[in-house]
T-cell receptor, first 114, second 115 residues
Framework: NAGVTQTPKFRILKIGQSMTLQCTQDMNHNYMYWYRQDPGMGLKLIYYSVGAGITDKGEVPNGYNVSRSTTEDFPLRLELAAPSQTSVYFC?????????????FGSGTRLTVV | DQQVKQNSPSLSVQEGRISILNCDYTNSMFDYFLWYKKYPAEGPTFLISISSIKDKNEDGRFTVFLNKSAKHLSLHIVPSQPGDSAVYFCAASAAGTGTASKLTFGTGTRLQVTL
């Protein structure tokens, strides 16, 4: 049981480049989330999805896009990387009915934009 | 607008003593509160939670206290162990349709348990 898998673990991007952060879960969870954590700050919600084909913005969605074509995958896309997007990104999933205590987080992707 | 606040960025406690981590919130709609523990290079892991209808929840060495009137919660770890050294995040969520149980996190408190 792998849980929530994020790839890559580390990445350095140049300003203006694009990339996709991958997130896959094998627990058949309907709900998936993307958070970012800046140094000395809490995690802030970027986007979330309540099921395949359904996504919605969180607190800090600007500069990002998501898609949810399957239950398992929830990729996060950065189209034009900016230094302000330097952060650690966490993907999480949750099964409806488990409540917020049922969140499972991935181990994170550390992104640096230079 | 920081709706969940952890005003102590760090805390150092001796092994065997009590660790008390504090958290304040401003949003009256929050009705469920959680503590997450995070080790370096890992994702947060769930530690303990409390519903707004309770004022205390205990799980082994960990106890969470909720004071709704003060909008304050605390995590007590007794006795503290070196393996408890980590960053602890307080988080909150609000019930209701459309919320998808999104979590709002505090900024974290780094706990160091010394020998």
């Amino acid at each position: 049981n792998a849980g929530v898998t994020q790839t890559p673990k580390f990445r350095i991007l140049k300003i203006g480049q694009s990339m996709t952060l991958q997130c896959t879960q094998d627990m058949n969870h309907n709900y998936m989330y993307w958070y970012r954590q800046d140094p000395g700050m809490g995690l802030k919600l970027i986007y979330y999805s309540v099921g395949a084909g359904i996504t919605d913005k969180g607190e800090v969605p600007n500069g990002y896009n998501v898609s949810r074509s399957t239950t398992e995958d929830f990729p996060l896309r950065l189209e034009l990387a900016a230094p302000s997007q330097t952060s650690v990104y966490f993907c999480a999933s949750r099964k409806p009915g488990q409540g917020t205590a049922g969140y499972t987080f991935g181990s994170g992707t550390r992104l640096t934009v230079v | 607008d920081q709706q969940v606040k952890q005003n102590s960025p760090s805390l150092s406690v001796q092994e065997g003593r009590i660790s008390i981590l504090n958290c304040d919130y401003t949003n009256s709609m929050f009705d469920y509160f959680l503590w997450y523990k995070k080790y370096p290079a890992e994702g947060p892991t769930f530690l303990i939670s409390i519903s707004s209808i309770k004022d205390k929840n205990e799980d082994g060495r960990f106890t969470v206290f909720l004071n709704k009137s003060a909008k304050h919660l605390s995590l007590h770890i007794v006795p503290s162990q070196p393996g408890d050294s980590a960053v602890y995040f307080c988080a909150a969520s609000a019930a209701g349709t459309g919320t998808a149980s999104k979590l709002t996190f505090g900024t974290g408190t780094r706990l160091q348990v010394t020998l």
